[in-house]
T-cell receptor, first 115, second 120 residues
Framework: AQSVSQHNHHVILSEAASLELGCNYS??????LFWYVQYPGQHLQLLLK??????LVKGIKGFEAEFIKSKFSFNLRKPSVQWSDTAEYFC?????????????FGTGTKLQVIP | GAGVSQTPSNKVTEKGKYVELRCDPI?????LYWYRQSLGQGPEFLIY????????DSGLPNDRFFAVRPEGSVSTLKIQRTERGDSAVYLC??????????????????FGAGSRLTVL
């Protein structure tokens, strides 16, 4: 069964610091990978996605993620964080396992950016 | 509609009561998902509908939980004999379609704001 592991539960950074959030998944076949973000008081929204092609994916607000198939990883990065990036970030995987597109989420990483 | 709409946004009930949570997906989205998010956890899959039928209900925790989507649009999640452990945010999401090629991109989930259920 597909599963997702996020290594960091809570990350605290100062503004302008660089960010990398780890994500590993367990499914060995073709996958779609996602990062969703939940800002305080708001609902989950898509940050970026990987379906195929270039493994370096660029999303909104300067975020990017790199799909490394050999490592089953899809880490999220941002060169310079802002206070407004304070949110909870969820990695998710969809493998088409079972013939349809069930999306499985990780437990999330809370990012706190200090001004 | 323009987005996924969930009602009520907040529901407080007493242990043992019956609760219904409603989800109105994006118009034209055939796939509908229910997730549950407890404090400090990621969204946990409950059930998936493709059209009117429940294609996968393997995430429903027990037979107190049931969901319907009679006309292939609005869905209702029903919880009988609620327990304190049912307290969570119940999230609904829809996507254009839930089946087909994995790389088709049709499975991007759009979430609603959730229904926060508190069982006293």
């Amino acid at each position: 069964a597909q599963s997702v592991s996020q290594h960091n539960h809570h990350v605290i950074l100062s503004e302008a610091a660089s960010l990398e959030l780890g994500c590993n998944y367990s499914y060995g076949g073709t996958v779609n990978l996602f990062w969703y973000v939940q800002y305080p008081g708001q609902h989950l929204q898509l940050l970026l996605k990987y379906f195929s092609g270039d493994p370096l994916v660029k999303g909104i607000k300067g975020f990017e993620a790199e799909f490394i198939k050999s490592k089953f990883s899809f880490n999220l990065r941002k060169p310079s964080v802002q206070w407004s990036d304070t949110a909870e970030y969820f990695c998710a995987v969809n493998s088409g396992e079972g013939g349809y597109q069930k999306v499985t989420f990780g437990t999330g990483t809370k990012l706190q950016v200090i001004p | 509609g323009a987005g996924v709409s969930q009602t009520p946004s907040n529901k407080v009930t007493e242990k043992g009561k019956y609760v219904e949570l409603r989800c109105d997906p994006i118009s034209g989205h055939t796939a509908l998902y229910w997730y549950r998010q407890s404090l400090g956890q990621g969204p946990e899959f409950l059930i998936y509908f493709q059209g009117t039928g429940a294609a996968d209900d393997s995430g429903l925790p027990n037979d107190r939980f049931f969901a319907v989507r009679p006309e292939g649009s609005v869905s209702t999640l029903k919880i009988q004999r609620t327990e304190r452990g049912d307290s969570a945010v119940y999230l609904c999401a829809s996507s254009l379609r839930g089946s087909g090629a994995v790389a088709s991109g049709a499975n991007v989930l759009t979430f609603g704001a959730g229904s926060r259920l508190t069982v006293l």
